[in-house]
Structure formats: structure tokens, C-alpha cells
T-cell receptor
Framework: NAGVTQTPKFQVLKTGQSMTLQCAQD?????MYWYRQDPGMGLRLIYY???????DKGEVPNGYNVSRLNKREFSLRLESAAPSQTSVYFC???????????FGSGTRLTVV | RKEVEQDPGPFNVPEGATVAFNCTYS??????FFWYRQDCRKEPKLLMS???SGNEDGRFTAQLNRASQYISLLIRDSKLSDSATYLC????????????FGAGTRLFVKA
């Protein structure tokens, strides 16, 4: 009954540090996504992977990289964190667009 | 103008009230529609898909009006536990497939 699992749940970084957010789903979904959510901005797509072996940029990809490690796992990397990347990050997956998303519980990231 | 727009609210209603939210979309090529709810500091969760003929799930009814390009969510007999933000989500195909989230409508149900 796991669904989408994200780690870590909270993280504080100093400007310039790097980190990787991990995401795994056990629903055999083809597509996986990374979103960020900021107050007043709604959910914005960072990167997505429509299927294993492919990744594409979303609305706000700058400063991020992703890896679709296998069908289950999709990681998001911040190479050099900036205060503007302070946000809540959600990983999501779906079987197809007709089925809606299942979201992970989120990572609250603060960059100081 | 945003492609998907929602009244941000907040809507403040007493328990037992009926409340309705609308969500307008600007692209007529929009294909599929969803309502999600998001509790404070939690992830969005799929509430229901919206079908062309309208659909109901317990106290929740979703409608689609393609001519006027909006979807609606009706909540009957509101419960305290319905307090949340309701997100409208639209999929459209033109210019490449895209999923667009509305900014959400905040609902407070009071005792």
C-alpha cells in the first residue's frame, strides 16, 4: 500500500550545496513527475519522464537534473542549491493521463 | 490570463451547507479534467475525475460544461473534514500534451 515514496521529508541546505531527492513508486506506472509548489504559485512542473529511459523538461527546469533509474525510481538533483529553490517538492506518477496522479508526501526544502 | 482559473476563496461555510466551486479553462482542446483536494501541508490527492455526462461520488458531484469551458464541484452536507484546498486540473493536447493545475480554492467548514 506504499504508492509513491519520497525521501527525505525535510532538508535544509546551504547555498551552493547539492542534494538528490529520491522517489519510488510501486504501482507499475509508466510516467513520473517532479513538481514544486510555492505559495500563490500553484504546482509547477520541473521535469517528467513519460516512460522508462526518457526524461523531458517541464516549466521550471533550470537548476535541476533528473534520472529515471528504472521504471520505479525517478530522482531529482539540485547541483548547486540557491535560495530561490526553497520550496515543497512533490513527486508524482500516473499510469496514463486519463487516470490522474498519485503524489508522494513531499519534501520541504529550505536553502539558506 | 491563466489557462486554468479558480476563485481562490476562501469559502467559509457552516457544517451541513452545500458549496460549489467553478473552474474555467481557456483552451477548447482540453480533454480530461480532475478535482484534487489538498490538506494543509500535505500532498494533493485525487478526489474525482470529471466526465462529460457529470458524475457523483457520495456527497460530491462534478460537472463539465464544454460550451462554456468550465468544470464544477458541488459538495453537499459539508463536513468539518471537507476543509481543504480544492485543485482543478486540466489535460490538453494542442501544442504538445500538457497538464495544468489551477491555483486552488480554499474551503473552511465551520461547526
Amino acid at each position: 500500500n506504499a504508492g509513491v515514496t519520497q525521501t527525505p521529508k525535510f532538508q535544509v541546505l546551504k547555498t551552493g550545496q547539492s542534494m538528490t531527492l529520491q522517489c519510488a513508486q510501486d504501482m507499475n506506472h509508466n510516467s513520473m513527475y517532479w513538481y514544486r509548489q510555492d505559495p500563490g504559485m500553484g504546482l509547477r512542473l520541473i521535469y517528467y519522464s513519460a516512460s522508462e529511459g526518457t526524461t523531458d523538461k517541464g516549466e521550471v527546469p533550470n537548476g535541476y537534473n533528473v534520472s529515471r533509474l528504472n521504471k520505479r525510481e525517478f530522482s531529482l538533483r539540485l547541483e548547486s542549491a540557491a535560495p530561490s529553490q526553497t520550496s515543497v517538492y512533490f513527486c508524482a506518477s500516473r499510469y496514463t493521463a486519463d487516470y490522474g496522479y498519485t503524489f508522494g508526501s513531499g519534501t520541504r526544502l529550505t536553502v539558506v | 490570463r491563466k489557462e486554468v482559473e479558480q476563485d481562490p476563496g476562501p469559502f467559509n461555510v457552516p457544517e451541513g451547507a452545500t458549496v460549489a466551486f467553478n473552474c474555467t479553462y481557456s483552451n477548447s482542446a482540453s480533454q480530461s479534467f480532475f478535482w484534487y483536494r489538498q490538506d494543509c501541508r500535505k500532498e494533493p490527492k485525487l478526489l474525482m475525475s470529471v466526465y462529460s455526462s457529470g458524475n457523483e461520488d457520495g456527497r460530491f458531484t462534478a460537472q463539465l460544461n464544454r460550451a462554456s469551458q468550465y468544470i464544477s464541484l458541488l459538495i453537499r452536507d459539508s463536513k468539518l473534514s471537507d476543509s481543504a484546498t480544492y485543485l482543478c486540473v486540466v489535460n490538453r493536447q494542442t501544442g504538445g500534451f500538457k497538464t495544468i493545475f489551477g491555483a486552488g480554492t480554499r474551503l473552511f467548514v465551520k461547526a
